[in-house]
């Protein structure tokens, strides 16, 4: 039921395509994974979701894994990869989720392909650098703040800052409690999304504080649904409450004692209402 591939694009890049569950199923989720990890879709949720009739499909961003550098991508770039993606595997339409940096570009997929897309899942999702009235830094732990604020001064200086040590109070205790049970997971993700060096997460920050290329507002197309942790370290719930103003329509998930992972244990919820999501569009 596993498989994966690689799609020649016609500007001569490869894109590392993934799908994991049966062909038939009635619902296919697209995953947007997080930075840095690769595409891999999660494996804590392969059978919740084919429990539930799901099916996952996924791509490395470019410059993880199996996916050749774009530098200078934007956010909205992803789409057209994705939907490239969707026809090679003949699927006409499907959902999708985003985790953390996955969620501006499971955003940019409702917003810009809403023909295609049935319903929209950010956990733990960016808001736009340039959001009006938010604190886009506020609540972050040190280490991920000063990332950011080295990629909003450029390629040199985040790839400095890259090269220091990992804050270790990114996580809580309830991030560090469920990295050490199932979504032990990541661990693998992460390094393979660096065996290649930092070109991938360095693209990725350079895009979170620019032009993401489409207006979030646009994602209202389609049902979406934000879900964040009240005590989120890397991205504050203040990025999921600003989102939930901006898309006309958003409903919201708070769970006000989780973090940046451990939000990642109400999957199972999120998956029931994407489920029931598309059942309603029908």
């Given at each position: 039921m596993a498989?994966?591939?690689d ?14 569950g049966?062909?038939d199923?009635?619902?296919?989720l697209?995953?947007h994974h ?20 799901i ?23 992803v789409?057209?990869d994705?939907?490239?993606v ?6 006409p339409?499907?959902?999708?989720v ?16 809403p ?9 733990a ?8 009235g ?6 972050m732990?040190?280490g ?6 080295a990629?909003?001064l450029?390629?040199?200086?985040l ?17 560090n409690?469920?990295l050490a ?6 661990t ?6 660096l065996?290649?060096?930092?070109d ?5 920050d350079?895009?979170y ?14 049902r ?23 898309v006309?329509?958003?409903?919201q998930?708070?769970f ?17 209402w ?9």
């Amino acid at each position: 039921m596993a498989r994966t591939g690689d799609l020649d694009r016609p500007d001569g890049r490869t894109v590392r395509w993934y799908t994991d569950g049966p062909d038939d199923a009635p619902l296919v989720l697209f995953w947007h994974h997080g930075t840095p990890n690769i595409g891999q879709p999660p494996g804590p949720l392969m059978k919740p979701a084919t429990d539930r009739g799901i099916r996952w499909v996924s791509i490395d961003r470019p410059g993880y894994g199996g996916s050749t550098r774009r530098e200078g991508r934007c956010v909205a770039d992803v789409v057209e990869d994705v939907e490239a993606v969707a026809d090679e595997l003949e699927i006409p339409s499907f959902a999708v989720v985003g985790h953390s940096g996955g969620g501006p570009h499971a955003l940019a997929c409702a917003a810009l392909l809403p023909s295609r897309v049935r319903a929209c899942v950010s956990v733990a999702g960016l808001a736009p650098f340039h959001a009006g009235g938010l604190d886009w830094y506020g609540g972050m732990a040190n280490g991920g703040r000063l990332e950011l604020e080295a990629a909003a001064l450029g390629p040199a200086a985040l790839r400095a800052q890259l090269a220091q040590e990992w804050d270790p109070e990114s996580f809580t205790p309830a991030d560090n409690d469920a990295l050490a049970g199932k979504w032990g997971w990541f661990t693998g993700i992460v390094k393979a999304a660096l065996e290649l060096g930092p070109d991938g997460m360095v693209d990725d920050d350079l895009a979170y504080v620019g032009d993401w290329g489409f207006d979030p507002a646009a994602a209202g197309a389609v049902r979406v649904l934000l879900a964040h942790g009240g005590k989120d370290r890397v991205v504050p719930y203040t990025h999921g409450e600003w989102l939930t103003g901006a898309v006309p329509g958003a409903e919201q998930r708070f769970f006000p004692e989780e973090g940046h992972i451990s939000v990642l244990l109400h999957a199972d919820a999120l998956l029931d209402w994407l489920v029931e999501a598309v059942r309603e569009d029908r």
